[in-house]
């Protein structure tokens, strides 16, 4: 099954590509992995959409972090499909995820939160969305957003 239509099968809706803010690419693809620039917990477009801010828990309860990584899975997949040209998930294994949280100092969280990124991935591609990964708190993060997520894919 394509990417999209297991998307579609799970009733994720994917976001239009949501393009660079900077001097950099969305996604790069070398010798078969596909290195996806952090993607913010946008709904919608980076000029209009909806983004999910500030420090967690004292402005952000765990539960909306969580799913803010949900959310930034979402945008990922949107690049995929764009990178694979809505490749076959059986053909697409997750290789590695950093999440970075916008943290107050005494959060312990974070893999919990990241969590949320991590379940998306194995809901989507299953035993191939098992991946290694890093979940950090960070002092701020671009946009204020309550997190960042960053991966490494590979298709073969």
Known sequence: MNL???????????????????NYVPYKIINNFIYI????P???????????TGKVPSEVSISKAK??????????????IEATDNADCSKL?????????????DLVEHPEIINGAS??????LGENGKHTRIAVGSASLPKNAAVEISSIFYIR
């Open 119 to 124: 379940d998306m991935i194995y809901q989507i």
């Open 4 to 22: 999209k239509d297991k998307l579609i099968e799970l009733n994720i809706k994917t976001p239009d590509s949501i393009m660079p803010a900077g």
């Open 93 to 105: 294994s997750c290789i590695n995820v950093s999440g970075f949280v916008n943290s107050d100092k």
């Open 42 to 52: 946008i709904v919608g477009t980076i000029t209009s959409g909806n983004i999910i």
């Open 37 to 40: 620039s952090g993607q913010l």
């Open 67 to 80: 799913e803010a990584a949900e959310i930034c899975i979402i945008n990922t997949m949107s690049l995929l």
